[in-house]
């Protein structure tokens, strides 16, 4: 017994400063950027730029090692607002993060939603990109010159499919560029879908003239051919796309989108600091650079009160907007 106690204690000594790193290692531990059940909703239907960047932000996450099984599901609905009337319900809970962009803004307006980006915790803007102008690879139009002229001709009897609702990116950007061509917004026959995924079908299809979405979620069948891409929305050229600006084929004007990300409602400080520090972390990593380029998304981050003053000048400025044109 004399033998037996001292290996004992030994051994229960070993134990103590062992067993705490053995369970903390791989185990998602609620230390650094670690949010054990953390989950990414998608406002829209898979394919989607919201999908994609959702997807994307997990793979990298996880692959940087920032976070284990993060979850990313789809709850598409009104152009994202029953995505946020579900966020805005589930206060107080820190391990939800709601991937979303200005498309939310616009839909907010346009479906008259009670519940608002206002009500939501801001944790990051983290990315911009160009919107693109494409038609399937058997249309008629060779051009962004020879779709205008048409377009001009019979406002009406050329649908522009969008990937978000009335007011979101992908309607403004027609509408922008239906303005500068000396055609009534009004006149405009724009046929909303809840994400791009489900436009590039009506797209294929010909069942639109020509699809307005963003260049990530199209980069794919443009190369492949299957999509003829006729401009770019924003002010500059994309590097790898042959394609000419909005100004370059000429008409007057330029249009760019952005997404971020927020978090339900009653979150404590810690709570959204730990939400924020993941997501710098993130925007930091070589995973999340690589992307931006791969993706042709630039680099927009901003956090926090920042995003949260951001947010509520674009809802001015997408109500100006609408105004403005007239809708």
Known sequence: MRFRTPLALLGAALLVLVGPPLLSVGSGGDTGTQIPGLRFMVPNTPGGGYDIT?????????????NHNIEVFNLPGAGGTVGLARAVSEHGNGKLAVSMGLGVVGAVRTNNSHETL?????????SEETDIVVVGKDSPYKTLDQLVTAWKKDPAKLPVGGGSSPGGPDHLAPMLMARAAGIAPKTVNYVPFDGGGELLASILGNKVAF??????EYRDQIGAGELRLLAVTGPERTPGMDAPTLREAGLDTDFTNWRGVVAPPGLSDAERDKLIAFFEELHASPQWKDSLKKNGWDDAFLTGEKFGDFLAAEDKRVESVL?????
């Open 211 to 216: 699809g307005v979405s963003g260049l990530g």
């Open 323 to 327: 105004k403005e044109l007239g809708l």
């Open 54 to 66: 959702a997807r994307t932000m997990a793979k990298n996450a996880e692959d940087a090692e920032l």
């Open 118 to 126: 206002a009500d939501t915790t801001p944790i990051a803007r983290i």
